[in-house]
């Protein structure tokens, strides 16, 4: 069947498949390890669950706040907590806009509904992402200043971009999605290629997601150890363990190459 | 969201999902093992490919037949060979049925087409099932031995059920599909109890897929093995290691398990 072509739906739930399957990926979830309350079963039930989202994404007059926040009340029922809620932002854009001119244009268009659906969303998780002093999501004002300042959802992402390498795809035409989908393309092929662009781009700039965890002093150290890692002086699986033992998960990472899997895949 | 309930398509999706994440499965593909040309992640495209067959078949005026081949066309376009044709056969008619006792009817009110469309999925596959001297997918005279004999689905699985336990099960009313979910509820929770129903279910009938491919003794043999492993004599590690150097996958009993898993879902 040499016609057949994937869905942008399907196109996106394989790129979070290959993601979580792909091992060893330093610090996060993938086939060979769990965390305590998040195991990979609760992964690949968010990747499942999240089709129809996807499908709506695809469909005409789909709004990407409303989007995000039917893809977070999918995914959020089972008891693994928020799995994806960082690829969600990029992979919606991305198969709302076919490809990433069109997720660009996308992101360009949202509205304050869309602000204040992804807010809405985010109050369902407990995922460390895009807080700022001005605008916390578990403070009932920052509806109302969203509102009041009439913020698009772009707005909140430039808002977010300096301290979110997910919000900042948003803002600089997702260069690091563009990157890793570059890099998968050199890297190889299959599982493989996969761990060598997840080590690629967590050489060249410090996760956000742990630095809001950790400090940016451990997420710079984790970058320098990711290059010595690529360098060859530095052993991948103790590198793994060193992360899962001090609790380091490159979260950000993770999302941006769900992103790149998604546009390598076309 | 205590009111969520999964749809019968992602039911089934859940049940494939959670058979191949658990591990260790004797001699099978599952989170920890890979086969040489098939791999978790095949199995994993398979999972999320097949949905929109599984869709079908909870709608109206679905035909058995009709929706094995599309499920079989659909989850056929990767290089991983067939991997769920058995837990298809199982688990289409659950969905169509919606539990046991619709299955029950959807399995006895199939029709020659359907046992046509079933012959033509059968030939898209390399799977070593159910495969007799009679009616041999390979031979062309088969469809037509069919149409003059006016052979069901149902028929073609009563054919078939003497050295296939997946046809069996449309044939004895789902019995060891029932037993698995008895089993499950029985073994516990999560994964450890997934794993002791595929050893119960090992340890009391011979698997007919390693009938077919190794013969009678040596599908006796890993039923016996199995039973060591239940009565704690024999190492699972040891076993699992075993069954894969020599090549022994009990792909039907997995198979029994996905419907046993979907039943114990509801």
Known sequence: MTTWRMTPAEQAQMAMMLEVAAFPKPGNVDRCHDFHST???????????????????????????AVIYDA?????????????????????????GGDIHGAINVTRRTTVDDALNFYRAFGMTQVRVLTSDRLDVNDPS???????????????????A?????????INGFKRV????????????GRDAIVLTFLDLLSDEPDTFIV????????????????EVRNGTRDLTLFDKDCIDAGINP???????????YVALE
């Open 39 to 65: 195991r990979l079963e609760h992964f690949l039930a968010s990747i499942i669950l999240v089709r129809p989202s996807l499908e709506n994404a695809s469909g005409p007059g789909a709004r990407v706040g």
């Open 72 to 96: 977070v009340a999918r995914t959020n029922v089972h008891s693994g907590g928020n799995t994806h809620f960082g690829a969600f932002l990029l992979l919606i854009p991305l198969v709302m």
């Open 142 to 160: 920052a509806l109302e200043s969203i509102v009041r300042q009439q913020m698009t959802l772009y707005d909140i992402m430039a808002h977010s």
């Open 162 to 170: 300096v301290n979110d390498m997910v919000a900042r795809e948003w």
């Open 178 to 189: 563009r990157t890793g989908a570059d890099l998968l393309k050199k890297n190889g092929s």
């Open 212 to 227: 809001k965890k950790h400090g940016a002093e451990i997420a710079e150290a984790t970058m320098k150890n990711a290059r």
């Open 251 to 261: 979260g950000s990472t993770a999302d941006i190459l769900i992103g790149s899997l």
